[in-house]
């Protein structure tokens, strides 16, 4: 059973918009929600994460959006650039679990010049 | 050589034979991990060591049998491989136990024939 749904599987955006993905999680215990960029042959790496006692995060153009109630967080990429087009994963974990992440199934962002 | 780096970047391989991939972490970490990246599936995580000691297996096939020598190195030895294990096989580290971010290395790609 998949505890981490992430939607959509493929966004085009266009240069200057914002992209928005959407996360929905099942195990209330969850209690760290990172954001993975990963790009053509290369691994997946850290983009911003948050904690559910704060309800948004923002670093530069990216923000995090947590709706701990509903059990959704999103990420919203402002100003869209061709350079953001990646595939992107959220992913959940929680203390007891030590390191452990659950990944959503991924999002193909392509922002079109 | 700097983060976390893996060997060979692609490997072919028949279902008799027996092969290994190699990562290494200089990152000075001792928690490491290895996940399948399939196409059409969320990432996997498939085994986790902390100090050099197996903490987590997620569930895997006897046929991926992991070696970690050292909190440096980890290896992911395979035999008897069936095509549906044809995947990207990615390493990652991360500074001990908790929420911690992993660095992810480029990844292995995998073809069983």
């Known amino acids: 059973q998949q505890q981490v749904k992430q939607s959509p599987q493929s966004l085009i955006v266009q240069k200057g918009g914002i992209s928005i993905i959407n996360c929905a999680y099942e195990?209330?215990?969850?209690?760290?929600f990172p954001w993975y960029q990963q790009f053509p042959g290369k691994g997946p790496a850290l983009l911003i994460a948050i904690r559910p006692d704060v309800s948004e995060k923002k670093e530069g153009r990216f923000t995090i959006s947590f709706n701990k109630s509903a059990k959704q967080f999103s990420l919203h990429i402002m100003d869209s650039q061709p350079g953001d087009s990646a595939t992107y994963f959220c992913?959940?974990?929680?203390?007891?679990?030590?390191?452990?992440?659950?990944f959503g199934g991924g999002t193909r962002l392509m922002v079109k010049p | 050589e700097t983060g976390v780096t893996q060997t060979p970047r692609h490997l072919v391989m028949g279902m008799t034979n027996k092969k290994s991939l190699k990562c290494e972490q200089h990152?000075?970490?001792?928690?490491m991990y290895w996940y399948k990246q399939s196409a059409k599936k969320p990432l996997e995580l498939m085994f986790v060591y902390n100090f050099k000691e197996q903490t987590e297996n997620n569930s895997v096939p006897s046929r991926f049998s992991p070696e970690c020598p050292n909190s440096s190195h980890l290896f992911l030895h395979l035999h008897t491989l069936q095509p549906e294990d044809s995947a990207l096989y990615l390493c990652?580290?991360?500074?001990?136990?908790?929420?911690?971010?992993?660095?992810f290395g480029p990844g292995t790609r995998l073809t069983v024939l």
């Open positions: 990152l000075g970490h001792n928690a």
């Open positions: 195990n209330t215990a969850f209690d760290y």
């Open positions: 990652a580290s991360s500074q001990g136990q908790g929420n911690n971010e992993q660095f």
């Open positions: 992913a959940a974990s929680y203390n007891n679990a030590g390191n452990m992440l659950t």
